[in-house]
């Protein structure tokens, strides 16, 4: 999915649509942790990042150790390429970050671990926003209602 996402989805659209250059990333849960892995990773090709309950340290939980095992095998070294938190202690670029995370969210403290992105951000002075919500979940309800935040945030760092 890297790949698709990072090199071939947009290739695609770029042949077959008009736009410009600018970029700009987005996801939830799964697609999330891959909205930040794709946007840390390649920094010039993003103006903005943004997630919705991203998982932000899956070398530190249990969905992480068993995909990242099965996808990239053993060496736990080579699973600090596809974590946020880990990305962010390193980075040199400054792309800004969004994210949303409910609180009721059942995969909140085991899985999700925005917790880690935040210390992350804040030991490399990096420009992370992390908004935490009272009464929301992992539900498109939670998406739903701040979908509009995040189209913003992106439009403020597009516009010319």
């Known amino acids: 999915m890297y790949d698709y996402v990072a090199n071939e989805l947009p290739s695609l659209i770029e042949k077959y649509f008009p736009v410009n250059t600018q970029r700009a990333i987005s996801g939830h849960s799964m697609g999330g942790h891959g909205a930040l892995v794709i946007g840390l990773r390649n920094p010039d090709r993003y103006t903005s990042i943004s997630a919705f309950s991203p998982i932000c340290n899956p070398t530190n939980c249990d969905w992480g150790e ?3 095992t099965g996808y990239l095998g053993d060496n736990r070294h080579a699973w600090a390429d596809y974590d946020a938190s880990i990305l962010m202690q390193s980075t040199q670029s400054r792309t800004p970050i969004l994210v949303d995370q409910g609180l009721d969210d059942n995969f909140l403290n085991q899985q999700l671990k925005p917790e880690t992105l935040a210390l992350s ?3 490399n002075n990096y420009p992370l926003t992390l908004q935490q919500h009272e009464g929301y979940d992992h539900s498109y309800f939670f998406i739903a209602s701040f979908i509009e935040q995040h ?3 992106h439009w403020k760092h597009l516009a010319p």
Request: zero cysteines; aromatic letters at 22%.
């Open 66 to 68: 068993k995909a990242f």
């Open 121 to 123: 951000a804040k030991n």
């Open 151 to 153: 189209l913003r945030f």
